[in-house]
């Protein structure tokens, strides 16, 4: 899967870097068993809009504080630096992981939640993407668990991509079993044929 890099939307573990599946593990603690087959994050141009709303806020504060001449509500502009400050912590701090196993999302600021939803209970899986998600390739994928739950990779790149492989379509071409294992398969048959034709 080709998702982008990992500070944008999401990527196969392959594409990452050492230090990234290091700080997976500083929260996903993982069994020694567990794959990781993807991560990724929300894409970063998110902030776009709360850093237009946190402007906005500037832009009015300093207007009506200039126009009434209250210096007080100059104060109520400091609020607009911290909007977009706010949504860039809050993207940078969601992390999206895909394993063998599971699915993980991690969110919080000030504290951490960590979210996990098994493969085997995936029930139900839906992709949304608005229209500048459909422009620019990215979207939300939403999982509903067997027996309640649910959990949101919001905002990645290539999410029709991470649905594939959260439910497994990615795996499709691959056949079980070893390259051995079908040679001696064919070789069986090739013997039940010749024994039938005699």
Known sequence: MTGGDSSNGGSTVAESSE???AAIDDWLARGDD??????GRPRIQ????AAVVGLAVVVVAAVAATANGVSELAVVGLVGPFLPAWSY??????????TDRALYRKTGVLSRTVQRVSLDRVQNSALSQGVTGSWFGYG??????????????EDVDDPGALR?????HDDRDELPGTVEQWVAVRDE???????VER
């Open 34 to 39: 567990e794959t990781v087959r993807w991560e």
């Open 164 to 168: 594939d492989r959260i439910e497994g």
């Open 140 to 153: 939300t994928v939403s999982v509903e668990a067997a027996g309640g739950g649910a959990i949101r990779f």
């Open 89 to 98: 912590l809050r993207v940078t701090n969601t992390r999206y992981v895909v």
């Open 46 to 49: 998110t902030v776009i809009p």
């Open 189 to 195: 048959v090739r013997a039940l044929r010749a024994a």
């Open 19 to 21: 230090e990234t599946v």
